[in-house]
């Protein structure tokens, strides 16, 4: 596992240790948060292959192919399965574990895991791909399951492959219950309305609570307060805003759209971008238009001023780089992992960081920016709609029972409003970051219930 990665464990275990009101019942207080350390920082069990497909042209190939479970603690192991040829054993393993602190932070009772297969999938017909996916179901089978590991979608996999690598599973494991075995499935096939939707809703969700629903109940509080991110907040509450987006897919476009039509904050969106560019207009661009050209264009933005004219749009084109370091209040981060890093987060010119990718912002630039008053809401907080409406679509399909959309997102907001709840009213009060503060309350939880299940001696 990374060295960042254990760092993160060290310094949450070391921050609980000092507090002997946490678990005061440990006999040797040392020696069991030296074993929580072991257990955190280690995956439970790591399964790879090298899964023979033979292609199209008749040629054969061996795809290396993982499947991480960290801790299972909390629950089933749940985690995405990411097509990209990057994809390799370290990866998915610091993946898995961020995955079981995002479940512990929500309450969600599963536990970490990731899987990857190392290739990418352009290079790939649509029928080696369904080969592909469902070789790696029968080679994982015996790992996998509704009540042991339950894959999702990750980068560059979607409900095409979750619906066959669910049929595939059914094939293997006839006669069991099926449905629950992995989500992100497509409507028809047992997944759940507004799955789609979840992550970017949870996204600007977290960004709209933090600065407004909590700030409007709490202002007086946060008044009195010489916290650093408490005056940060109360700076920008109540008062006109502008809004970049970056990566303008499920994830972006659709946070980019719920503050569009939130009515609650005077913002405009005066810039997004895509793997292509930067589009700016400071009087605010029209988000539903852009959604409405991505749908004619493979998900692309308008690049070329014959594409805005057509599609009656106003923008400036921009070098795609160039939004991260523009002169915004809010910045929400929904493409890529390490965007703000040691280079250029020094030009950073956002009082609010927003992560609805994993991983945007490089632990150097996280100190950084946290150290000039920064609020960064930190992935496993803002990015959680997706996991938790897959928490949603896993219990649906284990009752048969299909929730309706308006359902879904009130159950959602619900979840995530629970957490902010609890992460909020401490963070205002310790010197900690909103990172911090949530590996904290994960590794809480956590530690918890490895203690009470007596794995501590
Ligand atoms: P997506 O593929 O739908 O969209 C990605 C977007 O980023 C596209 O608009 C693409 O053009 C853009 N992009 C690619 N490279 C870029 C660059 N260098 N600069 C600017 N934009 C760039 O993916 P998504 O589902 O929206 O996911 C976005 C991020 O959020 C990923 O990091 C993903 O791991 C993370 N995430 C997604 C979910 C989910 O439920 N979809 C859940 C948690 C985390």
């Given amino acids: 596992m990374q060295t960042e990665?254990?760092?993160?464990?060290?310094?949450?275990?070391?921050?609980?240790?000092?507090?002997?009101?946490?678990?005061?019942?440990?006999?040797?207080?040392?020696?069991?948060?030296?074993?929580?350390?072991?257990?955190?920082?280690?995956?439970?069990?790591?399964?790879?292959?090298?899964?023979?497909?033979?292609?199209?042209?008749?040629?054969?190939?061996?795809?290396?192919?993982?499947?991480?479970?960290?801790?299972?603690?909390?629950?089933?192991?749940?985690?995405?399965?990411?097509?990209?040829?990057?994809?390799?054993?370290?990866?998915?393993?610091?993946?898995?574990?961020?995955?079981?602190?995002?479940?512990?932070l929500h309450?969600?009772?599963?536990?970490?895991?990731?899987?990857?297969?190392?290739?990418?999938?352009?290079?790939?017909?649509?029928?080696?791909?369904?080969?592909?996916?469902?070789?790696?179901?029968?080679?994982?089978?015996?790992?996998?399951?509704?009540?042991?590991?339950?894959?999702?979608?990750?980068m560059g996999s979607g409900e095409r492959e979750m619906d066959w690598m669910m049929a595939e599973y059914k094939k293997v494991h006839h006669g069991t219950p099926y449905l629950g075995s992995f989500t992100g499935k497509s409507v028809v096939?047992?997944?759940?309305?507004?799955?789609?939707?979840?992550?970017g809703k949870g996204v600007y969700f977290t960004f709209r609570y933090l600065l407004y629903d909590y700030v409007k109940a709490n202002e007086q509080l946060l008044a009195k307060s010489d916290n650093r991110f408490a005056k940060t907040t109360l700076s920008l509450y109540d008062r006109p805003l502008t809004m970049a987006v970056q990566g303008f897919g499920n994830v972006g476009s659709v946070a980019a759209l719920e503050a569009y039509n939130c009515p609650l904050i005077n913002h405009k969106i005066v810039a997004v971008s895509d793997r292509n560019v930067t589009l700016f207009n400071e009087d605010g661009l029209d988000i539903p238009a852009l959604i409405e050209f991505t749908k004619t264009s493979r998900g692309d933005l308008p690049s070329t001023e014959q594409h805005l004219q057509n599609a009656g749009i106003k923008a400036e084109i921009k070098e795609r780089d160039s939004l991260v370091t523009l002169p915004v209040d809010i910045l929400v981060l929904a493409a890529l992992e390490n965007q703000i890093h040691e280079g250029n987060m020094k030009e950073i010119k956002a009082r609010i960081i927003v992560e609805g990718a994993n991983a945007p912002t490089t632990a150097?630039?996280?100190?950084?920016?946290?150290?000039?008053?920064v609020v960064i809401i930190p992935d496993i907080l803002a990015n959680a709609g997706g996991v938790i409406v897959s928490y949603f679509e896993w219990l649906q399909g284990r009752e048969t029972q299909f929730y309706t959309e308006k359902e879904v997102y009130r159950l959602l907001i619900e979840k995530m409003q629970e957490t902010m709840d609890m992460i909020l009213p401490q963070y205002y009060g310790d010197p900690y970051a909103l990172r911090q503060n949530c590996f904290i309350h994960s590794v809480m939880r956590l530690s918890t219930v490895i203690y009470r299940q007596g794995k501590l001696y």
């Fill in 5 to 104: 990665t254990k760092k993160i464990i060290q310094e949450s275990l070391d921050a609980l240790l000092e507090n002997d009101s946490f678990l005061p019942d440990l006999t040797d207080r040392k020696q069991a948060f030296a074993s929580l350390s072991a257990i955190l920082s280690t995956p439970d069990k790591v399964h790879k292959s090298f899964l023979r497909v033979p292609l199209d042209d008749g040629s054969v190939v061996r795809i290396p192919s993982f499947r991480a479970q960290h801790n299972d603690a909390m629950g089933p192991y749940k985690g995405g399965i990411r097509f990209h040829e990057t994809v390799n054993e370290e990866e998915v393993i610091n993946l898995a574990f961020l995955m079981t602190l995002k479940n512990a």
């Fill in 364 to 373: 150097q630039a996280d100190e950084y920016l946290s150290e000039q008053g």
């Fill in 189 to 199: 096939n047992g997944g759940s309305l507004g799955r789609r939707e979840a992550t």
């Fill in 107 to 154: 309450k969600v009772p599963f536990g970490g895991g990731k899987g990857g297969i190392e290739i990418n999938p352009r290079e790939f017909s649509e029928k080696e791909l369904n080969l592909i996916s469902r070789k790696y179901v029968r080679y994982f089978a015996d790992v996998i399951g509704p009540d042991k590991d339950i894959p999702a979608p990750d």
